[in-house]
């Protein structure tokens, strides 16, 4: 069975730019990825995927930020990589 394709983005949240993925999973929802994120969520008809996607992130990122856990930025890894 062949992989589904993986659309890549990058959101704004809180003046940081955070990196995910996300993928359509039927039945109206999708599937949103990113650095300690696997979530499955309703995607209605009425707004796009990326749209969902980027909220999705963001209340992730929110929520760790609110208990003092760290998720690393683009930004972040890009100065690991270098």
Same mark, same amino acid.
């Given at each position: 069975?062949? %992989?589904?394709?993986?659309? @890549?983005? /990058?959101?704004?949240?809180?003046?940081?730019?955070?990196?995910?993925?996300?993928?359509?999973? +039927?039945?109206?929802?999708?599937?949103?990825?990113?650095?300690?994120?696997?979530? %499955?969520?309703?995607?209605? @008809?009425? /707004?796009?995927?990326?749209?969902?996607?980027?909220?999705?992130?963001?209340?992730?990122?929110? +929520?760790?930020?609110?208990?003092?856990?760290?998720?690393?930025?683009?930004?972040?890894?890009?100065?690991?990589?270098?």
């Amino acid at each position: 069975m062949p %992989t589904p394709d993986l659309t @890549a983005f /990058v959101h704004e949240v809180d003046g940081r730019s955070f990196a995910g993925w996300f993928r359509h999973a +039927g039945s109206g929802h999708i599937e949103v990825l990113g650095i300690g994120l696997l979530q %499955t969520v309703a995607c209605p @008809a009425h /707004v796009a995927p990326a749209n969902v996607a980027r909220q999705t992130l963001a209340r992730f990122v929110r +929520g760790r930020q609110r208990k003092g856990l760290p998720i690393p930025s683009v930004e972040q890894i890009k100065a690991a990589m270098c």
